[in-house]
């Protein structure tokens, strides 16, 4: 079976693409799982031809056939009589709206999750504790841009009871765009700080790009779980009728911080029946974390004794806060992601453990435009407020600024560095953007 499609631009595309996908969304029930990607291509596949700047997908078609995928959604020409070759106008659009025709048949609460710093913690922290009680459905790892997010949505089984969703971003209007297929009925912003600065242009940017979530709640009448500590979260959740707070003063759910040296635990005023979680987590900073789990739990019906077990059982893990034991010496190792914000409550948080020995491997933070050389002078500021054994920051703007502390080109450097040290009883903590590949370091 082939769909041909006269190649059209803008709506008319849209239009054109959108009365053809009942049609794909047939193919999709008889085949319920779908790729982008050859090399994690399964049989049975439904697979999405996209294409980049450098690459056409749609020169994988073929071989994702033979590799045994059902169909190839292609967008672009290539020799081929194969009828499971279907032909769209644009691949990516109709991977977008078949996952918008599927959020449609799906008659389940979903809750989009974003923010600068901590979705991916939270999103983990909230569907282990909904996975207790319902079948939930999440985002897998980090998949939570414009291909990611369709793919998750598509995921969804028809026995689903709710589905969880991260809503990454890194300009305005993205997760506008994202609101437009997953058609979220509960939102959660994490907190709005000094990420991807250089597409959101500044911190005003942020808070807007992260606001579009809000905004579909708002014009929806959909329900948000919100930091209630924050005051910038209250202005931007006005005109929104149902809100489910959580926080440390004065909220639906109220937690306090009891310690964290190095793993955290939280208490709670007004939910006796709970009293304290111990959690595998490290960090001050994910209080916010835990008390959102507890909120988002509660509001749906998760007996206080799961939603306990279902977060002190959560073991972080993809370099996101992971303590670390490797011989004598521990590590945290928190190097998936880095902005300003998460950079400095990392540091404070690390200069606030017990531990004689302490070293920093700070690498460099990505995407903070014009502010980027003052936002790392910063953080080298922040260091020297503190007593180190030894700092070491590696790549990025480190290197652009004359500073007293130990300066690598990139990881692989630093590793061969920390190799020669035959460190012992040290306690580390090892942070950068994703691009600077910090984990190996100790790989």
Known sequence: MTFLF??????????????????????????PSVQTDTRKLRSGDLFFALSGPNYNG???????????????????????????????????????????????????PVLAITGSNGKTTTKELVSTVLATTLITYTTQGNLNNH????????????DAEIAVIEMGANHQKEIAS??????????????????????????????KGKGELYDYI?????????????????????????????GTVSADTIGYLIES????????????ELETISTQLVGEYNVPNVLCAVAVG???????????????????????SQLIHKDSNSIILDAYNANPTSMKA??????????????????????????????????????KKYNWDKVVLVGGDFNKIVHPFINLTNSLEAKEWFTNQHFTNTHFLIKGSRSMQMEKIIQ
């Open 147 to 158: 291909i990611g997010v369709p793919l998750t949505i598509l995921s969804i089984k028809t």
């Open 261 to 272: 040296n190095p793993f955290l635990k939280v208490g709670f005023k007004n939910h006796n």
């Open 58 to 108: 749609s020169d994988f078609a073929l071989k994702a056939l033979e590799l045994g995928a059902a169909y190839a959604i292609i967008d672009k020409d290539i020799e081929s009589d194969d009828e499971r070759i279907i032909k769209v106008p644009d691949s990516l659009l109709a991977l977008q709206l078949l996952a918008k025709y599927h959020r449609q048949q799906l008659k389940i």
């Open 218 to 246: 708002r014009a929806n009448g959909g329900t948000v779980f919100i930091n209630w500590d924050y005051k910038y979260l209250q202005t931007m959740s006005g005109g929104i009728t149902n809100l489910i707070k959580y």
């Open 346 to 383: 990392a540091i404070e948080n690390f200069a606030s453990l017990d531990g004689a020995t302490k070293v920093l491997f700070i690498g460099g933070m990505m995407e903070l435009g014009d502010e980027s050389l003052a936002e790392h002078l910063s953080i080298i500021n922040l260091i």
């Open 178 to 207: 994202y609101c437009e297929y997953t058609l979220p009925t509960h939102a959660l912003i994490t907190n709005c700080g000094k990420a991807h600065l250089e597409g959101f242009g500044g911190i005003e940017g942020v808070i």
């Open 6 to 31: 006269k190649y059209t631009q803008g709506i008319a595309c849209m239009m054109e693409v959108t009365n053809q996908i009942k049609e794909l969304y047939k193919l999709f029930l008889q085949n």
């Open 298 to 320: 509660k509001y749906f019906g998760v007996p206080n004794e799961k939603i306990k077990s279902g977060i002190e059982n959560y073991v972080p893990t993809n370099s996101r």
